[in-house]
């Protein structure tokens, strides 16, 4: 399968906990995105990288999330001291961006519960 | 699995009909758009994408049409089949990101 992967599938956790999530791109993708998405909604933008570069992140991420990209390949995500309303599924997208081409593809997502 | 979108807009259709999607986009800088199915418990998934110099473009079985003028984006789906039944997002790219709009639930009665 060379889509994008995304690990664990299904997280659940008790309020207060760290949560770690990986997300391996489609392989030369250059771009790598996050995306929080809860029920009825489209998915909103966290984060994205440039190569290994994190170039914007968005308001909604907090001083409890942080993402990293370190070798330009997978990235991983964190949230520390989980709260209720970070449950939500956490979307990965990766992109070959070239000129002003940036289609983007999703991953499965992780379903993130905390109870 | 688990639904996308409890209280999304809803399209049923016959199968067989053909459907038609409607998506207001906001920024009228975007110049680059693209539909996106999803179904439950998935990621979304790719269908057809459009840019600002075109007003219309075809794929397999779908159509996306762009009026620049009022703002709207459609996605036409031929021969509406049990498998399109998903919840489908626009989304617009007026620069680094993409924003999605609401989606649609599409719901195909056999």
């Known amino acids: 399968d060379t889509g994008v992967s995304q690990d664990p599938r299904h997280k659940i956790t008790k309020r207060g906990q760290n949560v770690t999530f990986r997300c391996d791109p489609i392989s030369e993708h250059n771009r790598l995105y996050w995306y929080r998405q809860t029920l009825g909604q489209g998915p909103e933008f966290l984060t994205y990288f440039q190569n290994e570069a994190q170039l914007e992140k968005s308001r909604l991420l907090s001083d409890r999330f942080s993402a990293e990209r370190p070798k330009g390949s997978f990235s991983t995500l964190e949230i520390q001291r989980t709260e209720q309303g970070d449950s939500a599924m956490y979307l990965c997208?990766?992109?070959?961006?070239?000129?002003?081409?940036?289609?983007?593809?999703f991953g499965p997502g992780t379903r993130l519960t905390v109870l | 699995g688990e639904s996308v979108g409890l209280h999304l807009p809803t399209l049923s259709v016959q199968e067989g009909d053909n459907s038609i999607i409607n998506c207001a986009y906001s920024n009228s800088a975007s110049d680059y758009f693209i539909w996106y199915k999803q179904e439950s418990g998935k990621g979304p998934q790719f269908i057809i994408d459009?840019?600002?110099?075109?007003d219309k473009r075809q794929g397999q079985r779908v159509t996306v049409l762009l009026n620049k003028t009022v703002k709207h984006l459609s996605l036409q789906i031929a021969a509406t089949q049990p498998g399109d039944s998903a919840v489908y997002f626009c989304?617009?790219?007026?620069?680094?990101?993409?924003?999605f709009g609401g989606g649609t639930r599409l719901m195909v009665k056999p």
């Open positions: 459009i840019r600002s110099n075109m």
């Open positions: 989304a617009e790219y007026p620069g680094d990101m993409l924003t």
């Open positions: 997208a990766s992109s070959l961006r070239t000129g002003r081409s940036d289609t983007q593809y």
